[in-house]
């Protein structure tokens, strides 16, 4: 079966690749000409991912799979949220890091969690799949690996940051993982 998956973020497409198996040929948006800019404007984090999935279906006409992810901080009223990859204005994380914990100075609570929705449209039918992991936002970043938020976020039950972990142990616990692997076990129910 063929699937396209509607990212041009590397880390993603190699982390599904790996996950996806022999069953699936995973084509890029490279692969089926899309260049342009996917839209991102619902406002949610189901919405963008279902956004993303239906531009890719309505002008390419490819069974396709889209995510989208955030980080939500109680403190902050569930901020960055949508807004996670532009908190600070701009795609780098380090800003978009700092002005997390500038706004969390002073605040008790450091709960915090990653969501990640997979909107899957296979021959035009919607599916959605979420994965969310629990945890806690550190004082200062820890660690190299990774990207985005992840040295400042230390999930549940764990003593280390998402960027001190092995890609993966991060893998078999994330947000991305989770969802990801409902996706694959209702694929895997479609071709058996």
Not at 7 to 23: F, I, M, S, W
Not at 62 to 79: I, K, R
Not at 124 to 149: A, L, W
Request: hydrophobic share 35%; net charge negative; with cysteine.
């Amino acid at each position: 079966m063929e699937l396209c998956f509607a990212t041009n973020n590397q880390h993603k497409l190699d982390e599904v690749a790996a996950r996806l198996g022999d069953a699936f040929t995973l084509k890029t948006l490279r692969d089926i000409g899309c260049t342009d800019e996917l839209p991102e404007t619902s406002g949610t984090i189901p919405g963008n991912s279902r956004q993303k999935a239906e531009y890719v279906w309505t002008h390419f006409g490819e069974s396709c799979f889209a995510d989208d992810s955030g980080l939500e901080v109680d403190a902050l009223n569930g901020e960055p949220g949508v807004d996670s990859a532009f908190y600070s204005g701009s795609r780098d994380a380090s800003q978009n890091i700092q002005k997390l914990l500038t706004n969390l100075a002073g605040k008790p609570s450091r709960k915090a969690r990653f969501i990640t929705v997979f909107t899957l449209l296979l021959h035009g039918v919607e599916h959605q799949f979420e994965g969310i992991i629990e945890g806690d936002i550190i004082g200062e970043p820890q660690g190299t690996g990774g990207f985005g938020y992840d040295p400042i976020f230390r999930p549940r039950g764990y003593d280390k940051t998402f960027a001190q972990m092995s890609s993966e142990e991060k893998n078999a616990i994330s947000h991305r993982a989770q969802a990801l692997g409902k996706m694959i076990i209702y694929l895997q129910s479609q071709i058996s």
